[in-house]
């Protein structure tokens, strides 16, 4: 073996000891989604509430794991709204099925009215929903429907060109 062969395998087992960016799946309150709406970030937050029994909200899945993937100055978070029982029988599986990758939370919160204005005063509860927060900016958008990936792309270039 030569010196670059060599030096190529160092580089290519120090590259995959590197630690892997872990997905966060897992049931909260509302405070942990509280705390993700406010917190200080320097990245574009796309909060997209969703369920597994909800066909719109299946359709629009693919354009957030795209967006998860392809910007990496925009955090993607998808917020189950099935029954909490429902997450290792249900959720998990349909997640894994699906290959989807932001963090999934399942917010275990079943009295909606208690929290739902706290997200957007102009919530009906009607998901899917999509939170589009500027952080720095404090600019945010609310669109409670079905969204193109056109769409999705189109409201994170609004919220990021306000930079």
Same mark, same amino acid.
């Given at each position: ?12 087992? %120090? ?9 966060? %799946? ?9 705390? %993700? ?8 937050? $796309? ?26 100055? $925009?955090? &993607?978070? %998808?917020?189950?709204?099935?029954? &909490?029982?429902?997450? *290792?029988?249900? &959720? #998990? ?10 963090? #999934?939370?399942?917010?275990? *919160? ?22 589009? #927060? ?18 999705? *792309? ?10």
């Amino acid at each position: 073996m030569n010196k670059s062969q060599l030096l190529f395998l160092v580089c290519l087992v %120090l590259l995959s000891c590197q630690p892997a960016q872990t997905q966060r %799946l897992e049931v909260v309150k509302f405070e942990a989604l509280q705390d %993700l709406i406010s917190r200080d970030s320097e990245r574009i937050e $796309v909060i997209n509430f969703w369920a597994t029994w909800c066909k719109p909200c299946i359709k629009e899945l693919p354009y957030f794991q795209e967006l998860h993937d392809e910007r990496k100055e $925009v955090n &993607v978070t %998808l917020v189950s709204l099935d029954f &909490v029982e429902h997450f *290792e029988e249900k &959720v #998990i599986p349909f997640v894994k099925k699906r290959s989807l990758t932001p963090d #999934i939370l399942l917010l275990d *919160e079943i009295d909606y009215n208690s929290w739902i204005d706290k997200v957007d005063p102009g919530w009906s509860g009607a998901i899917p929903a999509t939170l589009v #927060i500027n952080h720095q900016t404090g600019k945010r958008k609310f669109v409670e429907s079905e969204l193109r990936k056109d769409e999705i *792309e189109a409201i994170v270039r609004d919220i990021v060109d306000q930079n």
